[in-house]
């Protein structure tokens, strides 16, 4: 706005004003932080910041119209959803998943990063799914309600441990070796064609594949209790607390397949981390 205080205040306010509320001069000021806020962390282009300012004394469906690409451009494609819900007869406690950009209800919850790490989204998605987050997620849950005092408590693993080599593959980060299990556990359909942007996927979406989709999860379990630093024994008796998904496999597969592919694939991704990450 080429430092012209008096129009940006304006714009300001006429972008941020509901003529259902009276705003006092102390709420002005507050919406006005927080939109220099939300500048400088989304900054307009200069041509965008001109088609502000022809929209000011247009009409609210005119604006809507103009505001709606600037403002499209800036949101997420998809986002990683939590339900808000801890049932004690369902087989996990934290239910996590990605969706695509959607209205959402106040008992699924968003999780919200800043941009410089918005890409390593799918890792977060894929850590908080793990059967080792959940476990650690029972220890604090005492109710139905996942609140947000709980969700702050939850282990999640840094940002910066998915650009460190994978232990059991030295030749690639961790994210690298993480993104094509996320990729094609979670795009299986076009409304998340975005979640596949963002994983560098320009293709279709992935078949669903029952049997293939328990082998990936359970490769991506194994890692997580490797990167938790959850030895064998650990790993075993974590399993084995999921007593409703035990109890549902052995009814409809005569064994504890999860626990059987989680372990077998922890031994695998042990020995290749002790082979120096030779997988």
């Known amino acids: 706005l080429n430092g012209d205080s008096e129009v940006a205040t304006r714009l300001l306010r006429e972008v941020l004003a509901d003529p259902k509320k009276k705003h006092t001069e102390k709420k002005w000021r507050l919406d006005e932080q927080d939109a220099r806020g939300l500048a400088r962390a989304f900054q307009l282009t200069p041509e965008e910041a001109a088609a502000l300012l022809r929209i000011l004394d247009t009409s609210p469906q005119e604006q809507s119209k103009a505001l709606w690409p600037i403002l499209r451009a800036r949101v997420p494609k998809w986002f990683v959803a939590m339900r808000g819900m801890a049932r004690p007869n369902d087989e996990r406690t934290a ?63 840094p940002p910066e441990t998915y650009a460190q080599p994978a232990p059991w593959n030295l030749n690639a980060t961790l994210a690298e070796w993480l993104r ?100």
Not at 198 to 208: I, M, S, T, V, Y
Not at 252 to 269: H, K, N, S
């Open 95 to 157: 239910i996590i998943a990605a969706i695509p950009f959607c209205a959402a209800g106040n008992s699924v919850f968003l999780f919200k990063t800043s941009r410089d790490i918005q890409r390593q989204n799918p890792f977060l998605q894929c850590s908080l799914s793990s059967i080792v987050h959940d476990y650690a997620v029972r220890q604090k849950v005492g109710g139905a309600n996942l609140n947000f005092f709980l969700i702050k408590q939850f282990p999640v693993l």
């Open 180 to 279: 094509p299990y996320v990729l094609e556990l979670c795009f299986t359909a076009h409304d998340l064609a975005g979640f596949a942007e963002d994983c560098g996927h320009p293709g279709p979406p992935f078949r669903w594949d029952d049997s293939r989709r328990a082998q990936l999860r359970a490769e991506l379990d194994a890692a997580f209790f490797h990167l938790y630093g959850l030895n064998r024994a650990d790993t075993e008796y974590v399993l084995n607390t999921f007593e409703v998904l035990k109890k549902n496999e052995l009814k409809t597969l005569g064994q504890f397949d999860t626990a059987e592919r989680i372990l077998a694939a922890y031994d695998a991704l042990a020995a290749a981390t002790m082979s120096h990450g030779t997988p």
